[in-house]
């Protein structure tokens, strides 16, 4: 097939791109840079995604058999105008444009089908907003021009080439013999997908019938609490170190963030949770997760071999653990 991936440079993409090479479709990216990594195979268009007349001057006239829909700009946010108007000018040219989307588009609450509501317009949250905002976007397209759309929610992602400091936090940690800070009492729960499944649920969602129009939760079938997510990243390392609980209103007042600078618990792992069933997935894509600690199992030997431990000022953690301290023992 003749495959588009908008973004493909970063985590999902990276491993997508090389998944669809393996099969051996024709891969174009379309990202900011004049050259990439991926390798010669890999067709290069250079375009600013959020700039919807670089994007038609460099898609004018192409078509594709599937187009993959990566990319969500961190710094400046992905409007869904800009994903509207790129399907918009790939409707009639695209037998498939599958979305990239996320838990985070249902706001919040626990175990959401694909058929719940998605998260209001002036939600707090830009991430959220544009994920569920993208997506009405695009089942309108759907409805009212046949716009092949499928769209994929996973929920956090992880696995080897993560860039965001989630997994390797804690085992940084652990090398460092460095207690870890559990926020609250160790419950709230937390919900995953493997990297490899996620790109299997993208490469299934090609070809797959009666997919289009769709949406389809990507996950483990079975939230963990934090509590036991440390206990299978402990595991996944073959050792472990003192876990301390604090209060998150304590944490809250000494200044930390859940997305830094003062990070206490991993990158976003420790937000409001968001849950879904997957039980669709499995029905309709034969979707079957990699079970939690087997991919932490994998995670962990890229970590060995390829993470960077870069110095880690710890002043933050070892101030908070210091009051913990002192709290208990007043």
């Not at 829909?69 to 009639?92: I, N, Q, R, S």
């Not at 037998?95 to 919040?108: L, T």
């Not at 991430?127 to 759907?142: G, M, N, T």
């Amino acid at each position: 097939m003749r495959v588009l991936v908008i973004g493909g440079t970063q985590f999902i993409g990276k491993h997508l791109v090389a998944a669809l090479c393996k099969e051996g479709h024709e891969v174009a990216i379309l990202h900011r840079k004049p050259t990439h990594e991926l390798g010669k195979k890999i067709i290069n268009l250079q375009a600013d995604r959020n700039d919807i007349a670089q994007v038609k001057s460099v898609l004018c006239g192409q078509s594709y058999d599937v187009v993959f829909d990566m990319v969500y700009d961190w710094e400046k946010g992905t409007p869904p105008t800009v994903v509207e108007d790129t399907a918009k000018l790939l409707t009639g040219h695209v037998g498939r444009y599958i979305f990239m989307s996320s838990v985070s588009a249902y706001g919040d609450g626990l175990n959401h089908h694909e058929g719940d509501a998605l998260a209001p317009d002036d939600h707090r949250d830009r991430y959220v907003r544009c994920k569920a905002q993208s997506e009405r976007a695009l089942f309108r397209l759907h409805q009212r021009h046949g716009t092949p759309v499928v769209t994929l929610r996973p929920p956090c992602v992880y696995g080897p080439c993560n860039p965001f400091y989630r997994e390797q936090f804690f085992w940084d940690r652990v090398r460092d013999k460095r207690p870890i800070i559990l926020p609250g009492d160790g419950r709230r729960l937390m919900q995953f997908a493997f990297v490899k499944d996620v790109v299997w649920s993208c490469l299934r969602a090609m070809d797959a019938a009666n997919v289009v129009g769709h949406a389809f939760n990507i996950a483990n079938a079975r939230p963990l609490t934090q509590a036991e997510v440390l206990d299978a990243l402990f595991v996944a390392a073959g050792k472990d170190t003192p876990v301390i609980r604090v209060p998150r209103e304590r944490i809250a007042r000494a200044g930390g963030h859940p997305l830094g600078p003062n990070l206490y618990f991993g990158m976003y792992f420790d937000l409001p949770p968001v849950t879904m069933v997957i039980s669709k997935a499995q029905r309709v894509l034969g979707f079957k997760p990699t079970p939690f600690q087997e991919g932490l199992q994998e995670t962990y030997k890229w970590y060995l071999r390829h993470h960077t431990k870069k110095g880690i000022d710890y002043t933050f953690e070892n101030q908070l653990l210091a009051k913990e301290r002192a709290q208990l023992a007043s």
